[in-house]
């Protein structure tokens, strides 16, 4: 399969909102895209989709074209890719686009984003997910059977582990997964 090789002058790396829609105003001819394979946490940029106006009026009106669920794009949440491994890997999808590769959850409410971001990371979400579904895939339908416990001190603990990582480095992702994996494992002792 050949890719295109895109400069970077031509991308917008600004966070996304749904006035983008219709495509992107000015100088910009493409944006940051999600594709499947999985990582904690954080996703490094690695693709990059065209999103001028004239591209995505071609999206919205080509038959085989799959401009679809558009209330979700350039939404918060959270990608769980959808062909499973050993360990579950979730990450933010920081507002970008994202293919059929990936499962897109989108919290409710704000304040439950990095707390599922955490438990979604953990070992024992990985062994609830391998006992409800053995199979090689991880779709939407499975993750909504899972049983969440959730507390606010936990879920506390869970976003100021994430964002130490995230915006302060101030330690290692395997520190931070092993930090969380404590928290959630007090939450499900007991219970598995």
């Known amino acids: 399969m050949k890719h295109t090789l895109v400069n970077k002058r031509l991308v917008d790396f600004s966070k996304p909102t749904n006035l983008l829609l219709n495509g992107l105003p000015g100088k910009y001819k493409y944006i940051p895209y999600l594709k499947g394979g999985g990582n904690h946490i954080i996703k490094p940029i690695e693709w990059y989709v065209a999103w001028d106006k004239e591209t995505v009026a071609f999206y919205k009106t080509d038959s085989k074209a799959r401009f679809q669920n558009s ?68 779709s939407a339908n499975y993750l909504k059977k899972i049983p969440i416990i959730y507390k606010e001190k936990e879920s506390s603990l869970i976003e100021k582990e994430l964002k130490n990582y995230i915006n302060e480095k101030k330690q290692s992702l395997i520190e931070t997964l092993r930090n969380i994996d404590q928290i959630v494992n007090s939450l499900y002792e007991g219970k598995f």
């Open 71 to 138: 209330n979700y794009y350039f939404r918060q949440g959270i990608g769980v890719p959808m062909v499973k491994s050993k360990k579950l890997k979730a990450f933010l999808l920081n507002k970008r686009l994202f293919d059929q590769s990936i499962v897109g959850i989108f919290p409710k409410e704000e304040k439950y984003l990095y707390f599922l971001l955490g438990f979604l990371n953990s070992s024992v979400c990985s062994r609830i997910i391998h006992t409800i579904n053995h199979t090689a895939n991880n």
